[in-house]
């Protein structure tokens, strides 16, 4: 049987199709309402925009990368300091604390018996509260004061700098980075040599003072603080203020198991107040010699 498909056929098929898909093409255009692209300039403007915010978002990167050489040239700064002005007495305590409070007159006894007794330079963050205290003890005692500032945040924008009122410059640095300034705290207070007289004291705070408490403690424990001889470290519990915690770490901690029963005895010593603290310290160096 003869196919009736010839190549003759199968050409006038193509046209046609060809040629009916091309009318209904020209029925849409001109009676189908089409969306209207964006504009070329508002395709430039968002261009422009993401091009924009890359460039941000790689300056971001490159500022955050830049962190950690920050933090050493800081770090470096406080040692000098450290260096310079001796290591001796670190206070850890809150800014909050007014003057006309009790353990201001308290924590000011304690700094100025301390830098007597010891003829060892006063460091702390050199704040306002318990900072200012030890500061003025220190002061009263004749002896070096020095100490690490911290730039503040206020209205989400960071200090550009930071001096102390009345100290000279060349006894203290203002740092950006609190991991700097812990770390110029801690150099401060480690014993290099069997001579050094030096110590850690907790004083009355809030969040900042417990971050730096646990971040000595933490180092004591781990023996990773970095001193070549022991440090006495002392929680001034004025008035049973630190109760609550020590409470949640000999009892509760050990109750669920993540400290073992009397684990923190032998890297702090807990006093009610300055005259224990005091006796503790001379029991302590007096053992050694």
Known sequence: ????????????????????IESRARWRWHHVPRRRGPEPRAVAA???????????????????RESPGKVKKEMDACFDVVERMGRGAVYLGSARVPEDHPHFAMARDLARD???????????????GMMEA??????????????FMILLEAGGQRQASRTHPYLPPEVYHTASFFSARKHGLVDAGIRANKTD????????????????IFEVLAL????????????????????????????????????YGSLRDKELEPHWVVC??????????ETFYADEN
């Not at 301390?114 to 306002?128: H, I, P, R």
Request: hydrophobic fraction near 45%; glycine fraction near 10%; include cysteine.
């Open 114 to 128: 301390v830098a007597t007794a010891y003829d060892c330079t006063t460091w702390s963050g050199l704040g306002a």
């Open 220 to 255: 004591l424990q781990l023996r990773r603080i970095g001193s070549a001889h022991k440090v006495p470290f002392v929680v001034m519990n004025y008035d049973g203020c630190f109760d609550g915690l020590i409470k949640f770490l000999e009892d509760d901690m050990v109750r």
């Open 197 to 212: 007289r030096t110590a850690f004291f907790a004083l009355p705070g809030g969040v900042g003072t417990l971050d730096e």
């Open 46 to 64: 968002r261009g422009t925009h993401r091009t924009a915010a890359s460039l941000a978002a790689a300056d971001a990167a490159a500022n955050e």
């Open 134 to 147: 030890v500061t003025r003890g220190g002061m009263e005692a004749g002896k070096p004061v020095a100490g």
């Open 1 to 20: 049987m003869r196919s009736l498909t010839t190549p003759s056929s199968l050409r006038f098929i193509a046209t046609a199709t060809t040629n009916a």
């Open 272 to 281: 009610d107040d300055n005259a224990a603290a005091m006796k503790y310290l």
